[in-house]
Every structure is written in C-alpha cells, then in structure tokens.
C-alpha cells in the first residue's frame, strides 16, 4: 500500500506576509492520497483548504509563501524543484480545475486554442496533433459536436459545458494528480451532478488520484474515499468517508455533520455552529476552534492539540474527542 | 459585420454636416469678416467699394444661403480661396496637412510603444521599486506643459548638446537630394518635437495600460493559465495582456485626435511647419476657407477614430459581435 502513494504532504506551512504582520494561513498540514484515491478537503471558507491545494501547485501569490514543510509527488519534492521544472509539472503531471467556469477561462481565446496551448507546453506533438488531442478530449468529457466548441468562445458555451472544458484541459497531458477545487459550487444542482459523475468516471479510467476540495458535506460524501476536515489552516479530522460520517470525533466534525439539513424532517431551526471563523490573525495560541467548542477544556487554549491516531487511518486533532 | 460599418460611416457623415452647419454658423456671428480687413488695409477704399465687395464675395447674404453656396462648392471638390495667404486652401493645408499627420502618427506610435511598455511592467509589481520610477515619471510628463516641454528640449538638444536641429520641419535645400538622404534628414528634424509630445502621451499611456494590466492580472483565468505550466511571459502577453488591450483600443485611438491638436503648440514652439499654426491664424485673420476646413478635419478624425476603435473592438473580444 504505501508504495502507491502519489501525493504527499508532509508538515506544510504557508504564510502571508501582511501588513497586521504574518499570517498562517496553512499551518502544519500532513495528508498522504494513494494511486486512484480521492480525497476530500472540507471546510468552511477561509478554513485553509484552496490555499493549500495552491501550495501544492505552488501558485501562491505575494505576500503570501510556502514557509515550510514538503509535497512529494511520486516521490519528487515539488517545493525543491526550480520554477522551470515546476512549470513542467504544473499541467502536466499535476492538474487543477477551479470554482468559477464562467472566469476560469480566458474570454478572448477560443477553447480549443486553450487547451491546444497547454498540449503543446508538455507533450512533443505537432499543431495538428494537438488539435486532434484537444478534439478527443472534448469529446471524452462529453461535449457535443467538439470539432465546433473547438472554435468557440468561452461565453458561446454554458456553465456546466465550460466546466467540462476545464476538465478536458486539466486532463489533456494525463496528469497522476488532479486538484478540483470547487469544482460544482457555482453549478446548479443537476449539472453538480452531471460533473461529479464525470470526474468519477474519468478518475477511474486513468487511475488519477483526486484532492477535492469544498465546503459541501453531500458532495464530499458522494466523492471522495477519505475526508480531510480542516479549520483555521489546521487539520482537525482525517478519516475514510464512511467512518467520518459514523463516528466523527473531532467535536468542529461532529458540528459540521450536525448542522446538515435532514432530509424528511423540518425542523424549526437548522442546527448551527456557535460563533463564527475567527480571523486568520486572531488565531488562539491553543486549539483555533477553542472558543466555539462545545468540549474545551483549559489546556485547549494555550496548547495545540497534536494529531494522533484514534485507530488505522483515523486521525484527530484534539485533547477531548467524542 | 460591413453592413454595420457602412451603417456608422453614413452616421458619421450626417453628425459632419450637422457639425458643419453649427460651425459656420458660428463664424457667421464672430465680430468682423474679411472686407474689414481689407478696409484696414486700404485707407483709399470707398463706400461703394465696401458694397461692391460684400456683394462679390457674398457677405451681404443671410448665413444659410452662404452655408449652402459653401457647401456646393465644397462637395466638387473645390475647398475654396484661403484670403489671407491667397493660394487655393488645397495648396495651402495638403503639404503642411502631411506634414502635422506625419509628426502626430509617429509621436502616437512612439508614446504607446513606451506607454503600454512601461505600464505593464509597472502592474508586475505594484507599489514596487520600478512603478513608483514610472509613476513618478508619468505624473511629471503629465504636468509638465507641453510649451515649457519643447523650449527645454530646444535648449539641451539643440543648443547646449548641439544634437538636433531646434526647429523647421527639413533642411533647405535637400527636397533634390536622394528620397533616404531626405527621409533621414525630415526624421532628423522629428526627433525633438515628437519627443515633446510623446512625453505626456507616454504618462497618460502608462497609467491606463498598468491600471488595465492590473484589473486582467487578478483576474481568474490568469491562475489558470498558470496553472497549465505556462511561462511568466505567456502568461503576461498572450493571456493578460489580449485582454488589457481591449480597453487600451478606445484610448490609443481617441488620443490620435488628441496628438493631432496638442500638435499645434508643439509646432508653433519647434516651427514646424503643419496644419496647427495655420488653423490658429485662420481663426484670428477671418479665414473662413481655412478654418471650415481645418475645423471639418478635426471633427472627422475623432469621429472616424471612434469608428476605428468600434472595429477594432470587435477583434480584440470576441464577446462583441456587429451582426
């Protein structure tokens, strides 16, 4: 088993210089994703969980750095590799695909030539290859007729057709590892479905490991294999899917599993978290989810509770878990 | 997408003639007209030669009868008698019309070139070392008058350093020499007054195409293109900066008309010989031949630099379509 670990992410830090002084945005983060396996990063926003996938990409912006820590992909250490090398990775071995389809294409390229560019960055292939490849990949994703969405616009296409792009380009040079993040948030329900169901189909038939990234419960549910739960740039909870959802331990699980509405049953109020997000500066030295925690105790606000695990591939981070 | 051009031309012309009427008119009602000159230069003049004229020269006439003989005449082709230089008002503006075109396109050309340059390598990095430069830079050239521009110009580059001419338009003489000797020497005599306009075409240039440049960087498909391994460069030029120009277009194209009038004070200063000086004097002396032109000149260019920009809009972004 542990020779087929893909992604792996050991200890990671990411940091953003700010002005009120710095700010960690990622904050020892450790997560391994097997050969085929996807993974689910849950959250809510500001939690930490796209600013991680960006360091694994390494896309973070100023004032913002990777001040620690290692992303080992098939073994190679992507925060070592020069920018050029990490350009050959980017797109190539390592794929993304974002939240907003309607921006997350160039408006004055058409899609073909969008993901023809990126065919060429990393394969040895001729113009006419390229284009033949960016056809295929069309297709494969489930557009119709793709020789003409080759020659269309991004606004010639729907949301859920532009998020099929996105996937045809992610995917055109056959990465190991593709990150989604948010993939389905700005989609209606029955296109949610539709892509879900499209990336699933697609992770099998080339055995991609997948990090899937968003604040939605059901999806995550539906997705991924394993779940990691993070709150204020920490890992709270990681865990297969099935037992996450059994028998959550972290108490911020636990909440978040609670607040679910219920199919079927109405009640009054949905169920809600006490308080909100603390500020990524205004972090508690202990435990970030100590003063909405139901289940502190005195050392979770000066200590940081220490990851262990609970039994094989449970893992929690807290001094009094369920 | 040519119905529509034909469409915007044929309202181009309309607002011309509208514009025309409105012009004339207005000179109609300027204190004076050309007989007073000649009054004033001529003490022997009689009061029936007074009349005699106004009646040959149709002064005597209400203003829309004069606007339609001008009109008349002027759509055979005739641009008219300039009175003050007396030489046909063609003559007179063709030469000097090149001329003015010749110093505006390549003080546009010059000033975008750097503009656009130096504003997109100041969004690189706002805030950083090289954009408070070219901030610095690009506010001085804005403030700093053309007029004062052009005599500073005049006095290190001419006659302190000696390095170019500080004014006329060529050397005298060389219309017979070869067409590259004669090309060299005009450029020669180009240098400083395009410098003098560019400069404060360069400041407004860099502004918009940093603030343009800006807006598209933080946009979202620029992480996705990065995101495909492209290069910084490709990622700078074909992804972010495609999309900056599409605001740039309106302005590149609207300045043009901008150059064309900052021209005449940089000529007047350079004495250069163009079209600018000679609208002034037209104005001044009652010469109405020279100034409807000159003045239906001006009004085409921005006009028609507004078509030019709606064209070319719609090559820049495809999400515009003229169908």
């Known amino acids: ?322 | 997408m040519l119905t529509y051009i034909l469409r915007r031309v044929l309202q181009t012309l309309v607002v011309i003639a509208l514009l025309s009427y409105v012009v004339f008119t207005l000179m109609a009602l300027m204190p004076g007209d050309p007989v007073e000159m000649m009054i004033a230069s001529n003490p022997k003049i009689t009061a029936e030669d007074i009349v005699r004229l106004r009646e040959f020269y149709g002064l005597d006439q209400p203003a829309w009868k004069r606007y339609a003989n001008w009109v008349g005449t002027i759509s055979q082709g005739d641009l008219g008698y300039s009175r003050t230089y007396r030489v046909p008002v063609m003559e007179l503006m063709g030469p000097r019309l090149l001329n003015t075109l010749i110093l505006s396109v390549c003080a546009l050309s010059f000033s975008l070139l750097v503009g656009i340059t130096l504003g997109v390598l100041s969004a690189l990095k706002p805030g950083g070392r090289l954009d408070s430069f070219f901030s610095v830079f690009s506010f001085a050239g804005i403030s700093i008058p053309s007029f004062w521009l052009g005599i500073m110009l005049i006095i290190v580059f001419s006659v302190k350093l000696g390095w170019f001419p500080a004014g006329g338009t060529q050397t005298i003489g060389m219309e017979g020499a070869s067409w590259y000797r004669e090309f060299f020497d005009r450029g020669w005599y180009l240098v400083l007054p395009v410098m003098s306009l560019s400069i404060q075409q360069i400041g407004t240039f860099m502004r918009y195409a940093r603030s343009a440049m800006m807006e598209v960087l933080r946009l979202d498909f620029i992480r996705t293109a990065k995101a495909k391994g492209l290069s910084r460069g490709r990622v700078l030029w074909k992804h972010a900066f495609r999309n900056a120009l599409i605001p740039l277009i309106t302005i590149a194209a609207l300045s043009l008309s901008n150059v064309f009038s900052g021209a005449i004070l940089t000529e007047t200063v350079f004495s250069y010989q163009g079209v600018g000086k000679l609208v002034y004097d037209s104005i001044i002396a009652n010469d109405f031949n020279v100034a409807m032109v000159s003045f239906i000149i001006s009004v085409s260019m921005v006009l028609m630099m507004n078509l030019v920009a709606d064209i070319l809009y719609g090559f820049a972004d495809p999400r515009i379509s003229y169908s």
């Open chain 1, 1 to 322: 088993m542990q020779d087929s670990v893909v992604v792996s992410v050991r200890n990671l830090e990411t940091s953003f210089f700010t002005k009120m002084g710095p700010v960690r945005a990622v904050n020892d983060v450790s997560y391994d994703i097997h050969r085929g396996e996807t993974l689910g990063i849950v959250g809510e926003s500001g939690c930490g969980k796209s600013v991680t996938s960006f360091s694994l990409m390494r896309l973070i912006e100023h004032p913002g750095r990777i001040t620690g820590g290692q992303v080992l992909l098939q073994g190679r250490d992507l925060l070592q590799l020069p920018e050029a090398r990490m350009e050959d990775v980017r797109g190539g071995e390592m794929a993304m695909i974002f939240q907003e389809p309607m921006t997350a294409l160039n408006p004055v390229l058409t899609i073909g030539h969008q993901i023809d560019e990126q065919v060429l960055r990393h394969k040895k292939v001729t113009p006419k290859e390229a284009r033949e490849r960016s056809i295929e990949m069309l297709s494969l994703v489930g557009i119709p007729s793709p020789e003409e969405r080759y020659h269309n616009y991004p606004h010639q296409l729907s949301g859920g057709m532009r998020q099929r792009a996105m996937i045809a380009m992610a995917l055109s040079c056959d990465p190991v590892f593709l990150i989604a993040d948010e993939p389905t948030t700005a989609l209606d329900v029955t296109i949610q479905a539709q892509i879900l169901e499209l990336i699933q189909n697609l992770q099998q038939k080339f055995r991609m490991s997948v990090q899937f990234i968003t604040h939605d419960l059901g999806v995550i549910s539906e997705i991924s294999d394993r779940v990691l739960v993070m709150y204020g740039g920490q890992m709270c909870e990681t865990a297969d899917t099935v037992e996450l959802f059994n028998n959550p331990r972290h108490p911020y699980t636990a909440a978040l599993i609670a607040s679910r509405p219920k199919f079927g049953s109405r009640p009054h109020r949905l169920t809600t978290i006490e308080g909100s997000v603390p500020a990524p500066h205004e972090l508690p030295p202990g435990c970030p989810f100590y003063n909405r925690c139901p289940r502190r105790l005195d050392e979770c606000r000066v200590q940081r509770p220490p990851v262990s695990t609970i039994k094989p591939g449970h893992q929690v981070a807290c001094f009094n878990p369920l």
